[in-house]
């Protein structure tokens, strides 16, 4: 049986919608999975775990269209440090915009870390609208293909899997502008603040003409 | 660094105040940009990846509907003609990757025009000044 290590790159882990796609991974899987977040200094150290298991689970969001700088470092490291036995590597990516295949070329560089290193690939399932999917009446959706994706790994039929909110465009644009109003006004920011043009508040030309 | 700070906390500001403070407003203003960066897993090396993540205050956190598809509203951001240098050994899949990802930036940080261009470690320095003396034309 499969024994399987899931790595959340994400940058904040340990606040991360991440976090919640593993342990819904971790509770769907019949294999035994063991947890880790990926941080400034431990590396090495998960380079070394990953000798114990046969299946590797990365878990990350979609940052600037590319797979996040935190599990980029990790995946140097890795290069350098490799496991004498490679485990398969499988992949459970999400964005913030509707369409999971926005995701793609982020899991392509997945794929090439693999091809470049000699992992295996596994599966991948990739979610769309996954900032705010969990907190919907659609978390069903998700947590079913989560399901599908711990059954593939452990009968090794690997697979690839998306899922989003089934919402049309105008549809969406209009439950994330509730969704993120809603986390602003929880740090007392309005929405007329968070839609600022301003970047890095107000120019030197507007500093010099605002009144006193 | 993900702590969506600067779209519902300090908009437009990162609240990590360091050098990048300084870099990203000057990269909204412009209307044209560089990109230099080694090539890895088929997408930009950690130095240049780490700016365009602290970038993201450039956006806000709500979504336009662009050319079909949903994307991040853009704050001032000047529309940009960008040239992206990309260098190392390269393969041709990672080229395909990496023309993939660019087009997908290109999107997100408002480039109206780019191009491409994949080069050596041992030709950068003379791609980079070829590219730059055509800017100054």
Known sequence: MEKIMVVNGSPRAPKSNSKRYAALFSKYSKNGTSYFNISKTNHLALCGEMEAFSHLLFVFPLYADGIPVTLL???????????KNKPTVSVLINCGFLESRQNDVAVDMMRLFCKENGYPFGSVLKIGSGEAILDTPFRVLVARKIRKLAKGIEKKEYQVLKVSMPLSRKMFLRASTVYWTNYGKKNNVT????????????????KKTKPF | MGCFGCWTKTPGKCVIRDDAVNVYPKIAKSDGVMHVSRI???????VMKTMLERAIPVQQAFIRILHGE??????????KKAVIIAYGEISDEERDVFQ??????ARNMNFEQYRVIFTSESQLDETVQREVAKWKK
């Open chain 1, 73 to 83: 470092h990790f995946l140097k490291t890795l290069e350098q440090n490799p496991p």
């Open chain 2, 40 to 46: 890895k897993y088929g997408g930009y090396d950690t």
């Open chain 1, 191 to 206: 929405k007329e603040q968070m839609e600022t043009m301003q970047i890095e508040g107000p120019g030197e030309d507007e």
């Open chain 2, 70 to 79: 949903t994307h991040h509203v853009q704050r001032e951001v000047l529309p």
């Open chain 2, 100 to 105: 993939r990802l660019v087009a997908r930036n």
